[in-house]
């Protein structure tokens, strides 16, 4: 079965990496729980597999009227192709294109408003780089909302979720090779630390900040534990300060 997708997209943005030729199997229904999209509980979407010669080359799911969300290319049961999201509250509009090569992202992403105005990009190389991701204020303003720093396709580095003065945190986590390897702070809205943190870990375990710093001394991967730091201003990598922030599509 060949699946007709006709949207009025982000300047026309999508061209699907699923070969149209591929033939179309539903494999899981849509659910959701009760008063999900009002509430943010669950929601799973139908998901229909598409193959060809025996071999998946991608899916698509689609919410609770049909209408395509997330469409993801694949080869060797990996993502390979652009991988294209909507949004789940206004589906006629592209949110997210990410190029993807054997699994890893590769090249450069585009995130757009619920305009249809790009919002910005970020690059990556065989999955090695900064993940951006973008939000509007109130006024329409665009600024980066989270960072995440991966190498070879896994979070290696800091993750931050930045409020919209882009000189402050709400939270950041430290990574190495997937596992959580640092610090994790959270922060409330008027800037005050929250309850519980810091929390500090290694290799995904968290410890007692003793154990850490006896550790970190041994370790270059983790962080060293700065008082200081528990405020939450952050002083951001050069590579995405010079990012374009918002730019016509």
Not at 42 to 61: S, W
Not at 181 to 195: F, K, V, Y
Request: charged letters at 30%; a negative charge.
């Amino acid at each position: 079965m060949t699946l007709l997708i006709e949207k009025p997209l982000a300047k026309n943005a999508y061209r699907s990496d699923i070969p149209p030729e591929a033939e179309e199997k539903v494999v899981s229904f849509y659910t959701e729980d009760e008063n999900a999209r009002q509430q943010g509980g669950k929601i799973h979407y139908e998901r229909r597999e598409y193959i060809l010669d025996g071999e998946l080359v991608g899916y698509r799911q689609f919410d609770h009227d049909g209408r395509l969300i997330i469409e993801t290319p694949m080869k060797n049961l990996r993502k390979h192709g652009t991988e294209y999201t909507w949004y789940w509250y206004n589906p006629d509009q592209l949110s997210l294109c990410e190029p993807y090569e054997n699994g890893r992202v590769h090249g450069t992403a585009k995130q757009w408003a619920t305009d249809g105005t790009l919002m910005g990009t970020y690059t990556m190389d065989h999955g090695t780089g900064f993940d951006i991701w973008r939000n509007q204020d109130d006024e329409g303003k665009v600024f980066i909302s989270e960072i995440h720093s991966l190498l070879n396709g896994k979070l290696n580095g800091f993750q931050w979720w930045l409020n919209p003065d882009q000189k402050t945190v709400l939270g950041e986590r430290h990574w190495n090779n997937g596992y959580l390897h640092g610090i994790e702070r959270h922060w409330e809205e008027s800037g005050r630390l929250s309850e519980g943190y810091p929390k500090f870990y290694i290799d995904d375990r968290e410890v007692p900040k003793s154990i850490y710093i006896q550790e970190q001394r041994r370790d270059a991967a983790l962080p060293a534990y700065d008082p200081r730091e528990d405020q939450n201003a952050r002083t951001f990598p050069q590579a995405i300060v010079d990012e374009p922030k918002s730019s016509a599509a």
